[in-house]
Structure formats: C-alpha cells, structure tokens
C-alpha cells in the first residue's frame, strides 16, 4: 500500500494539500480533548490552511494564526506523569498537525509532512492499542510485523486514496481533484476518528 512519503518529487502545492488532509483527519483529537479555546483555534486554523491551498489566503495570514496559539495552549502538566495519560497531550497533538500544516503553507517540506503522518499514525495506534484491550504484541527478530489496528489501516488507506489521486493527476496533466472534494474526503475521515477518540476517553475514563 502506497503511503504518502512514496509521492516522487513532490510540489508545493501537492505538499501542502498532503499536510493539511493529514491536519484535517486528525481533527478529532483536539475537538474531543481540547479546551473551547484549542478547538476555536483548531476551527479558524483548518480554514485557513485549506484556503491557503487554494490561494485564498496568504502565507502571512497562516502565519498570524500562529502566533495566536499561545493563548490556546492547554493546561499545564505534571513534568513527572506520563503525557499520554492525559487527555491533554491528544489535543495539543491533534493543534500541532494544524501548526505543522500552516507552517508548510508558507515553507512547504516533504520532512514536515512526513513527521505530521507519523505523529497522525501513532495518534491512532494509541487508540487502537487501547480499545483492543491494551494486549502487548512481542515480535522476535525475524518475524514479520504484526498487522495494524483498524484506525491505522484507515489512516494508511486514506493517505493511499489521496497519493493514488495525486499521482493520477500527473499522470493525465490535470489539475488534482479539487481542494473542496479533497477536504470532503478529510473530513469523511475525521468524524470516524472522532467517534473512535469518544470510545478511547469513555476506556479511558476521560469523560
């Protein structure tokens, strides 16, 4: 299965549409676990990192919206506890994607996507370790790897619509599919997540 990473040479423009899906899917986190205040700022920043795409709006205005993140950060935690045991930390990580996304509108980066999908795919294999039960898996050396839990598989199949649809697009010269039917696609996406992020807080006792 082709994954993001795979896209050859990718441009800017197909850079910044791959780090704001990555954004968008991982939306749910944050409008699971953020405060009123991160999931305001998540709201604005999706919005403007899609209309960056489109050439609607400027690098500066992405990069407004960002020194605005401050006043959206979460509580403080205890620098001894485990960060993952918080529901804090999704929705910081869920806030850093958008971030990741309105910095790639003004600087787009193949290691900035990169890293944004890795963080998408740990975020989901979280959730999937906690709600098959939390059963480590040993692999020994040699052994193949164990197959992914299903909202990594639907992360990793999403990222593959999305290159299979870029790389069509090179391959007939056309202009990708539109950015709205793109978002769409994301969004379709999210609010799965969203409903596996509920069923991760009620395991985890987060309601």
Known sequence: MPTAEEIRN????ELK????AAAERGAGFCRVFGSDEQ???????????WAAVSDEATADDCLDHLDALGTADAESQDEEQDPTAHPG???EQSVGLVAEALVG???PSAERVERALQ???????MVDFKLGGEVP???RSGDPRPAPG?????ELEAESELVARLTRARETNSNTASVDELRATAEDFARAVTSAVKAFAAASNWE
């Not at 549409?17 to 704001?20: D, I, N």
């Not at 963080?119 to 294999?125: E, N």
């Not at 299903?150 to 639907?154: A, E, T, W």
Request: hydrophobic residues 50%; aromatic residues 8%.
């Open 119 to 125: 963080t998408l795919r740990t975020l989901c294999s």
């Open 150 to 154: 299903p909202l990594v598989r639907m």
């Open 137 to 139: 898996v040993i692999v």
């Open 89 to 91: 930390f999704y929705a």
């Open 10 to 13: 990718p441009s800017d423009n």
């Open 39 to 49: 999931r305001e700022w998540l709201r604005r920043g999706l919005h403007l990192m």
């Open 105 to 107: 509108s003004a600087n």
């Open 17 to 20: 549409l791959l780090g704001a």
